[in-house]
């Protein structure tokens, strides 16, 4: 069901970014006030029927941003994916599914080829989740017609269900699933644009998931569990991020999905809580956000180390921390992408002093990140941004969700006049 419109508010606020400290200072410079621009909310896709256990699952590529829900007052009906492509208005296809299989959205991914979708299945609505299944599809909804039932993704013999996170990740014909089974990494793979009916068998190249039987090797030393583990892809490379359980970040890259290099420790921090931040940015180029060590990780923390990962390196983009003198006490982070002045931008959710939780979205201005004080979202409670992604008309969109019911809004922001 199309979105409900809502108008656009006249004078809106222009944004004004308020600076947040890192390293125990903040800057002091007029000049570095960025992206004077505007928020401003424009579609509404309500879903209170199923609020009780539901939930929406976000991501983005370099120009997409996409989201796996269902439609209105259908709460055990087909998922359907939504997305926002080259900034167009929003388009839908309703995945095929076996009858009388309850799904719940857990992950999706979209690139410039396509995109792809993962939902955990339940015998009731409360109940444990039972199982993985899996779609995938071309760019252009148009030519989705003929994505095939949804393929389940079986974990390895002896490896127990269900998983504790799951993450998709897809760069052009390769696609990638990843699951933390008791602190075990899982990583599924496919090659290759058709499907197979067959599940995850043994074909190499011929469209056909595959899990290793003893699971993946990442060079982890044996015994060695992971507290998080995130995938995506960027175009040219799909990157794999986790932080094992004494604190100790992890990055790997992969062309196929089936192997993985890992990179160099030197370059990365020293210890964190979880990956707070794996989202592309354009083709080779990914950003990487680490959450502090802390207990409420992997939900939010008080700071988080934002990183690059380029072709070649992986930079260093300064850190992005809460700022309690302006009611925010802890950040949550969920996208990223490279904004219209070509300043990083990030999104996510800002945790306020009662517990409420407002979208935000921070600005990086050298090595310091300056959130948004704009009124439409700080006073937004109850909604976080999930994605987001800059347009060629120098705009930017971002998809929010709500905390205690599975609705869904767009939102854009557009240059000051």
């Not at 621009?37 to 029927?49: F, K, P, V």
């Not at 017609?145 to 993450?167: F, M």
């Amino acid at each position: 069901m199309q979105g409900t419109s809502w108008a656009r508010r006249a004078g809106l606020i222009a944004a004004a970014i308020a600076a947040v400290a890192t390293a125990g200072c903040a800057s002091e410079s007029e000049s570095s006030l960025v992206l004077d621009g505007s928020w401003e909310r424009m579609d509404l896709w309500e879903r209170r029927s199923s609020f009780d256990f539901d939930q929406v699952a976000a991501g983005n590529g370099s120009d997409t941003v996409a989201w796996l829900s269902r439609r209105q007052d259908d709460e055990t009906g087909p998922l359907v994916y939504w997305e926002i492509r080259d900034g167009d208005d929003p388009a839908e296809f309703e995945l095929p599914t076996l009858d009388d299989t309850l799904l719940i959205p857990v992950a999706v991914a979209a690139d410039g080829d396509g995109w792809a979708a993962v939902a955990v299945t339940r015998d009731r609505a409360n109940g444990a989740n039972t199982g993985l299944l899996a779609w995938h599809g071309r760019s252009g909804l148009a030519d989705s017609a003929d994505v095939e039932q949804a393929q389940p993704l079986t974990p390895p013999a002896g490896v127990a269900a269900p998983p504790s996170s799951v993450s998709v990740g897809r760069s052009a014909d390769h696609l990638v699933v990843t699951a933390l089974y008791d602190g075990q990494p899982v990583v599924w793979s496919r090659s290759g644009a058709s499907s197979s009916s067959s599940g995850d068998g043994d074909g190499d190249g011929d469209g056909a998931w595959r899990s290793g039987a003893d699971g993946v090797d990442l060079g982890l030393d044996a015994g060695t569990g992971l507290r998080s583990l995130r995938v995506v892809g960027d175009g040219a490379r799909l990157v794999l991020a986790g932080v094992d359980d004494d604190g100790t970040p992890h990055l790997w890259t992969s062309g196929d999905g089936s192997t993985w290099d890992a990179l160099s420790s030197g370059s990365l921090p020293r210890s964190a809580g979880s990956v707070a931040l794996l989202a592309p940015l354009e083709k080779g180029s990914v950003a990487v956000g680490w959450l502090g060590d802390e207990e409420s990780a992997p939900q939010n923390a008080t700071a988080a180390t934002i990183q690059r990962l380029t072709a070649t390196e992986l930079v260093d983009e300064g850190v992005l921390e809460a700022a309690p003198d302006d009611d925010v006490e802890r950040v949550r982070l969920t996208g990223a992408t490279v904004g219209p002045d070509e300043r990083l931008v990030v999104v996510g959710g800002a945790l306020r002093p009662d517990s409420d939780r407002t979208p935000m979205a921070w600005v990086q201005d050298g090595d310091e990140w300056r959130a948004t004080d704009q009124e439409e979202l700080t006073g937004h409670l109850d909604w976080e941004f999930r994605a987001i992604v800059a347009t060629d008309d120098d705009r930017m969109i971002a998809v929010a969700a709500a905390l205690s019911h599975p609705d869904v809004e767009s939102w854009q922001w557009r240059p000051g006049d």
